[in-house]
């Protein structure tokens, strides 16, 4: 007994202290109660409390600088071509612990408008967080802003967010003239030439039997002019004959047919790059931001239109936003369409629904589309003469 009371003794005299650290996953704050070796509190003994007040990550958006302009410009390629620079920007966010308790981050993304961009590669113990962005979506000539916002969650699910400005300038330098007149639509193309050959052919028949045949008096006519040039050759099902169901308007793609208007007569139409497989077609079969079948305008059985963007490679964008692919989307009177990317021969489109006048059919208005309905041969806007 007398040796246990003095090893006791000696201890106690050392007067040791010994410190214990822990790291929580605890994300409140508030009195927090510590016991050593034990899951409930001791009945004896004493207990350790402490209070902890913590706070979200504090992050700074450090890179690119706040206000700061990104440029991207086009070049003019052979055959008119527009290429627009395709660089990333670094976008880097610096993090600190307000609170005093450094942690680490568990996740962390990047937004651009409202739109996911990407997520950080996560460093433990970084007190950075760095993104790559890609701009390449921006393609309105000008000055667009751009709202970044940076999204970080940390080791005890506590969130924080920062959002800064930026401008990204588009530039797309003046194109020269192409040779010939341009065409920005050629779908059906053997179709519609053997159409015109049978054309002729009436004509020349019904001529000979006119002047030789019948052979009326002499009449001063009028010299006619050359017979014009096949224009665009709208191709489609589900027809309703003689109504115009909408309008599209070119607005900004193959130069000399900006202002056109190409009426929808059917329920379903695809326009893309593909002559053999789209209704309306830009660009056919030429180096362009359009993809082949690139989306698709479907009016439903309440009457209302809506895009679907056929999983397209340089996207579809409605009023400015990006959509989804193949999700679609209802459409409005006015809304612009914009497929692709305008720094590479992309299209940008006005949908209208006719008025109420223009929605019946057709009475006098001049048309000099070929229109193809379906596999039940051809069909033409009737005319008043």
Known sequence: MSAVSSVYNTIA?????YSVSY?????SSGEREITINATEKPATGVTGTFSINLQPASLTITEPVAGSTIRREAQLGEGNTLSADTSRVNVVA????????????????????GNPEGSADIVPGSDQLKFVWDPSDIVDEGLNPVKLEVKATDELGLESSVETGVSVQVIIPPTATPEGPPVATMVGGGVALF?????????????????VIRRPEPV???????????RNTIMGADAFPGLVLANLTLLEGPQGLIGETFRI??????IGRNPSATDVTFYPDEDSSVSRMHCTIQMGDDASFR?????????????????????????ADGDEIVLGDLARRGVKLQFNLPSRDSATPHSGSADDRTHIIGDQGYWEPPSDK
């Open 13 to 17: 005299s050392q007067r040791s202290y």
């Open 23 to 27: 790291r929580s996953t605890l994300g």
């Open 94 to 113: 610096s993090v600190s612990w307000p609170d005093g308790f450094s942690r680490n981050i568990r996740s962390a993304e990047l937004f651009a408008n």
């Open 195 to 211: 159409c015109i050959l049978g054309f002729v052919a009436l004509a020349i028949v019904g001529a000979v039997y006119f002047f």
């Open 220 to 230: 001063a006519r009028e010299v006619p002019d050359a017979a014009p040039e096949p």
């Open 265 to 270: 007569y059917m329920a379903t139409t695809v």
């Open 307 to 331: 895009l679907t963007d056929n999983a397209s490679s340089a996207g579809t964008r409605l009023n400015g936003r990006r959509i989804q692919p193949n999700e679609p989307v209802v459409l």
